[in-house]
């Protein structure tokens, strides 16, 4: 490899296609000087070269050149087209940059109808070690409709108008409906340990509520309500409940089966911005 890769890490990139104008050779061209084909049944096949356009995909040392760095779907064509032909396709920058490849010496501020003088008949020892990258250019009416092919491969293909819904059909999307909208579904009600609004389908009555409650008990530390300052001090018997609320929820199920229920913040905080119109 030469000195000039080395020092410049960008010229691999310069010289792939991707990111600048597409340009295509005629398919004689790159034939006639074809020298290899990740698939190999192409290699001899002139009549597929015939008629059909190549797109310009890099400009690549032969020692990588067998390494299929693009897609692996499409074939590659390597071809070692001379430098005189090849800067036909070229703009002026890559002109340029291609010249210090080849070591060409170019002024400056040339048109690139002069810079490819330079071009003509030239021959070096990097002409050797370089290849011309392509790939057969495909036509947007093709791509389009293997795209649909693969898109509609899976798709089972439907009947418009369609049939008018059979009888057990429309029963049983009309019973699903009824089931889906009747009340115990979307009704609501207040938990009687967190107060909090849960699914009424989702709870259970504060009477079938099989756990112990000495959690949210507090002995001593709960007081009634005193109205006025001659009330006498009572403090209050058994859990704490929110008053009216008969059922409990699933979250506060599953915490007083492993005794995890805390009345100061699953209750006390929740119900601090709660209210409940009597």
């Not at 991707?18 to 192409?42: F, K, P």
């Amino acid at each position: 490899m030469n000195k000039f890769l080395d020092s410049k890490d960008n010229f691999k990139n310069l010289f792939s296609a991707s990111g600048r104008h597409q340009i295509t050779l005629n398919g004689d061209i790159v034939y006639e000087h074809l020298q290899h084909c990740t698939n190999a049944t192409l290699l001899n096949d002139n009549q597929f070269f015939k008629g059909k356009q190549f797109n310009f995909q890099g400009y690549k040392a032969a020692n990588i050149c067998s390494n299929n760095e693009y897609n692996p779907k499409i074939p590659l064509f390597f071809s070692k087209i001379p430098l005189q032909q090849l800067s036909k396709y070229l703009n002026v920058k890559e002109l340029r940059e291609m010249s210090i490849l080849h070591k060409i010496y170019l002024p400056h501020h040339l048109t690139k109808k002069t810079i490819l003088t330079y071009f003509y008949n030239h021959y070096c020892r990097q002409c050797d070690l370089y290849l011309t990258v392509l790939t057969e250019k495909r036509e947007k009416k093709k791509k389009i409709e293997e795209q649909g092919q693969s898109k509609t491969a899976h798709v089972i293909p439907s009947k418009f108008p369609p049939e008018p819904p059979s009888n057990t059909l429309i029963e049983t999307i009309i019973r699903s409906f009824c089931k889906d909208t009747e009340p115990q579904n979307f009704m609501e009600a207040g938990c009687a340990v967190c107060g909090q609004l849960s699914p009424l389908k989702n709870m259970c009555l504060l009477n079938d509520f099989d756990c112990n409650l000495d959690a949210i008990s507090p002995g001593n530390v709960g007081r009634y309500e005193r109205i006025h300052s001659l009330d006498p001090v009572l403090p209050l018997k058994g859990p704490i409940l929110a008053e009216s609320c008969q059922h409990v929820c699933q979250s506060c199920q599953r915490k007083a089966k492993n005794h995890l229920i805390l009345w100061l913040t699953a209750f006390g905080l929740v119900l601090y911005h709660l209210y409940y119109k009597t």
